[in-house]
């Protein structure tokens, strides 16, 4: 269960700031893009084994980050975002979602040192799942959080995000969002993190873009 208090705050205003959801649609991107990626990769021919061993840990990281991303959303945004849009939201089929991808999460960690068909399959399926998650929240869920979520109170939230995640974790989450975001979402991006988060984004790029390559080529 989550410890973090959600502050008090009034639903946004008309003519307030909308919040910025750019790093949403960035990780949306991100999780599925991978995902497909992935499937595709371990669709094919069996793959050598030193390439396989970097495979595998890059989709630990890729479950770490599907994983982080719903707690998240459970624990700090969606309480805020019931406390500001109040009736005019039911966020019951988004929590439905996340009570199905905790076990596919989980059969999915207990694949990574099996067979690379079973671990491929189950990928898939989670890919499907989250397919129609991501589409439904981006269709149904971000209009109630551009509408009634202040910005500051969005951002609130991003802070804590990053205040969960460790460095190991921050490494791979900053050249990840890289690879699937435009330069205008990642300027974006970075004028919201500050100048840690370019630091950090400089200093793990290359080894990103090394882990990359060594699994997809």
Known sequence: MSTVQIPAVAPRRTGEPEPDLTSMYVIHRAMLGDLRRLTELLSGAAVGHERQAALRRY??????????????????????????????????????????????????????????????????????????????????????????????????????????????????TAPWLDRYATREEIERLLAGAGWPFRVLLAATRGGYARRERLVFG
């Not at 624990?75 to 109040?86: C, D, H, K, M, Y």
């Not at 989670?126 to 979520?149: G, K, M, Q, S, W």
Request: hydrophobic share 45%; charged share 25%.
């Open 59 to 172: 989709t630990a990281s890729m479950l770490v980050e599907i994983d982080h991303h719903h707690i998240n959303e459970d624990e700090l945004l969606w309480p805020l975002i019931e406390r500001t849009a109040g009736q005019a939201v039911d966020l019951s089929p988004f929590t439905d979602d996340h009570e199905l991808l905790a076990p596919a999460l989980e059969a999915c960690r207990r694949a990574l040192h099996g067979d690379q068909k079973e671990l491929g399959g189950l990928l898939a399926s989670l890919l499907e799942l989250l397919e129609e998650h991501i589409a439904e929240e981006e269709r149904d869920l971000f209009p109630i959080v551009h509408r009634f979520v202040p910005y500051a109170a969005y951002a609130w939230v991003e802070k804590q995000v990053a205040k969960r995640a460790t460095l190991p974790e921050l490494a791979f």
